[in-house]
């Protein structure tokens, strides 16, 4: 990532040109998805589902989205300690929360994340712990849903008939698996004479995933709270279903809404959209639930993540007319060395 404060407005003018093209791409995957889905579902039934449901259990759903992003600020305190470094707890919410509100606004589903990296180092936090910080905030998030969907595995490995399917999802968690013993061995396995400055990026992230994730009380606690996490999506999605009168196992949601996350967070649509929807309709028709049903539960999803990430926006537009940079509260210990 670049540092905001050194960036020319060369670089500037070709990230925006890169940015909206890749957003033009995105939107047009999304929306060719939701089309696709569309063109081969009941939209009646569709209609129906939107035109009865129950705004209590919707409510309810926002509500315990929202109540997330508390559970979100707590664990990345929890990984800037490990990190030798700290902002408060109301800075980290907010930042957490304008963060929300671009991954709902940028082409893909953790475009956030970005603007959270400039927002922490605006905060006065260092580059690298501003940046390493929030992408083990991401892998933590990334690693509870490898959890759920590990203590799911048997479940979905029942529901899928195909054997090719069913292996190359078993495989494909492998896979992530992998990746993240490799990221946390890359700083004691890659030679030091061989330095680029690509390399040198995935060495300091190594080196600073190593003090969380191996730490085991940081560890303990930051992924416990990403786990609960997980689980409090799936409640959300079970209030989205009650909203709509479909009967779906709490167990259920949150094991199977899981690998819906996984697919939305790829970089090939604008925040999940489309993305998401389809995995739902795929992932839930597994144990019945009717395309109508799973697609009108995807888009509710959608629909009240823009409505509970309003807040992050407004809270943007306030610190921008200010001219509020948010340095005061950020404090740096000091970045981790090498030697750790």
Same mark, same amino acid.
């Given at each position: 990532?670049?540092?905001?404060?050194?960036?020319?407005?060369?670089?500037?003018?070709?990230?925006?040109?890169?940015?909206?093209?890749?957003?033009?791409?995105?939107?047009?995957?999304?929306?060719?998805?939701?089309?696709?889905?569309?063109?081969?579902?009941?939209?009646?039934?569709?209609?129906?589902?939107?035109?009865?449901?129950?705004?209590?259990?919707? =409510?309810?759903?926002?509500?315990?989205? #929202?109540?997330?992003?508390?559970?979100?600020?707590?664990?990345?305190?929890?990984?800037?300690?490990?990190?030798?470094?700290?902002?408060?707890?109301?800075?980290?919410?907010?930042?957490?929360?304008?963060?929300?509100?671009?991954?709902?606004?940028?082409?893909?589903?953790?475009?956030?994340?970005?603007?959270?990296?400039?927002?922490?180092?605006?905060?006065?936090? @260092?580059?690298?712990?501003?940046?390493?910080?929030?992408?083990?905030?991401?892998?933590?998030?990334? &690693?509870?849903?490898?959890?759920?969907?590990?203590?799911?595995? @048997?479940?979905?490995?029942? =529901?899928?008939?195909?054997? !090719?399917?069913?292996?190359?999802?078993?495989?494909?968690?492998?896979?992530?698996?992998?990746?993240?013993?490799?990221?946390?061995?890359?700083?004691?396995?890659? @030679?030091?004479?061989?330095?680029?400055?690509?390399?040198?990026?995935?060495?300091?992230?190594?080196?600073?995933?190593?003090?969380?994730?191996?730490? @085991?009380?940081?560890?303990?606690?930051?992924?416990? =709270?990403?786990?609960?996490?997980?689980?409090? =999506?799936?409640?959300?999605?079970?209030?989205?279903?009650?909203?709509?009168?479909?009967?779906?196992? !709490?167990?259920?949601?949150?094991?199977?809404?899981?690998?819906?996350?996984?697919?939305?967070?790829?970089?090939?649509? !604008? &925040?999940?959209?489309?993305?998401?929807?389809?995995?739902?309709?795929? !992932?839930?028709?597994?144990?019945?639930?009717?395309?109508?049903?799973?697609?009108?539960?995807?888009?509710? #999803?959608?629909?009240?993540?823009?409505?509970?990430?309003?807040?992050?926006? &407004?809270?943007?537009?306030?610190?921008?007319?200010?001219?509020?940079?948010?340095?005061?509260?950020?404090?740096?210990?000091?970045?981790?060395?090498?030697?750790?």
């Amino acid at each position: 990532m670049t540092d905001p404060d050194n960036q020319t407005p060369t670089d500037a003018g070709g990230s925006r040109l890169k940015s909206a093209i890749g957003f033009a791409v995105r939107a047009a995957v999304s929306i060719g998805l939701i089309t696709l889905l569309l063109a081969n579902i009941d939209r009646d039934a569709l209609l129906d589902q939107f035109r009865d449901i129950e705004l209590s259990w919707a =409510l309810a759903a926002a509500v315990l989205l #929202f109540s997330l992003a508390f559970v979100q600020a707590v664990r990345w305190i929890v990984v800037l300690k490990a990190c030798d470094s700290s902002v408060r707890y109301w800075d980290s919410l907010r930042i957490v929360l304008i963060g929300q509100f671009f991954n709902q606004t940028l082409p893909s589903a953790i475009g956030g994340d970005a603007v959270r990296m400039w927002e922490a180092r605006r905060a006065g936090l @260092p580059l690298r712990i501003a940046v390493t910080s929030i992408v083990i905030d991401r892998l933590l998030g990334l &690693a509870a849903v490898l959890v759920v969907v590990g203590v799911g595995l @048997p479940r979905m490995l029942g =529901l899928i008939d195909d054997p !090719v399917a069913r292996n190359g999802y078993a495989l494909a968690i492998v896979g992530l698996i992998c990746c993240y013993v490799g990221l946390l061995g890359f700083s004691r396995i890659w @030679p030091k004479r061989l330095r680029f400055k690509i390399v040198d990026a995935v060495l300091k992230l190594s080196e600073d995933a190593r003090l969380v994730l191996l730490a @085991p009380k940081a560890s303990a606690q930051a992924l416990g =709270l990403a786990v609960l996490a997980q689980i409090g =999506l799936g409640l959300c999605v079970n209030s989205l279903a009650r909203s709509i009168g479909a009967e779906i196992p !709490v167990s259920d949601c949150i094991l199977l809404f899981s690998p819906v996350i996984l697919f939305s967070t790829l970089p090939i649509s !604008v &925040a999940g959209w489309g993305a998401r929807e389809g995995a739902m309709v795929v !992932v839930f028709g597994l144990i019945g639930l009717a395309k109508p049903d799973a697609l009108a539960i995807s888009l509710l #999803f959608g629909l009240i993540s823009i409505l509970v990430a309003m807040p992050g926006g &407004a809270l943007w537009l306030i610190a921008r007319r200010r001219g509020e940079t948010m340095p005061a509260s950020a404090q740096a210990v000091g970045e981790p060395t090498n030697s750790r």
